[in-house]
């Protein structure tokens, strides 16, 4: 069964400072990936996708995530961490338009 | 406009009581969901509706009962819920269920709170 794992559980980070989310999968086929940003209280947003292609995806909010077929990973980046990025983040992989979600990491930014 | 609204945003009720949460998508997509979210852990899908027929059902307790009134609500009837039905519930829609994969977007949610 494909499944989803996020390693790290909370993440601080320094405001200004570089941000990678860690998110592995396990899946026979070709993944589709999505990593969504929920903030307190809230539905979820999609930062960005992969479907096929660059394996380097742009998003929303200047984040970007890499797509490492050989390393089974789909890890989320952002240069420098605004205040306003902290919030729960979650990596998915798509099974037949169904959503298996990663347990989440909380990020907490420090000014 | 890529917007699914849900209605209301808090909802306490007690066990006998009988409650609807509502959501509205307007892009003309034809899957939504009903998920469960209890607090810091994932979303769990409960329902998924396909042109407005039930396709998925995890499982989930009768006294839950989803609708879906036409291609752009989707309704979930409560009835008699435990305290443990506490969570955040969010409806998303998709283009379509089919072979091609389609993001999901997800309303704000309904917070519940049972009694």
């Known amino acids: 069964a494909q499944s989803v794992t996020q390693p790290d559980i909370h993440i601080t980070v320094s405001e200004g400072a570089s941000l990678e989310l860690r998110c592995n999968y396990s899946y026979g086929a070709t993944p589709y990936l999505f990593w969504y940003v929920q903030s307190p209280g809230q539905g979820l947003q999609l930062l960005l996708k992969y479907f096929s292609g660059d394996t380097l995806v742009q998003g929303i909010k200047g984040f970007e995530a890499e797509f490492k077929r050989s390393q089974s990973s789909f890890n989320l980046r952002k240069p420098s961490v605004h205040w306003s990025d902290a919030a729960e983040y979650f990596c998915a992989v798509d099974n037949r338009n169904m959503l298996t979600f990663g347990g989440g990491t909380r990020l907490m930014v420090k000014p | 406009d890529t917007e699914v609204t849900q209605t209301p945003k808090h909802l306490v009720m007690g066990m006998t009581n009988k409650k609807s949460l509502k959501c509205e998508q307007h892009m003309g997509h034809r899957a939504m969901y009903w998920y469960k979210q209890k607090a810091k852990k994932p979303p769990e899908l409960m329902f998924v509706y396909s042109y407005e027929k039930l396709s998925i059902n995890e499982s989930v307790p009768s006294r839950f009962s989803p609708e879906c009134p036409n291609s752009s609500l989707l309704n979930l009837h409560l009835h008699a819920l435990q305290p443990e039905d506490s969570a955040l519930y969010l409806c998303?829609?998709?283009?379509?269920?089919?072979?091609?994969?389609?993001?999901?977007?997800f309303g704000p949610g309904t917070r519940l709170t049972v009694t």
């Open positions: 998303a829609s998709s283009q379509a269920i089919s072979g091609a994969p389609y993001e999901q977007y």
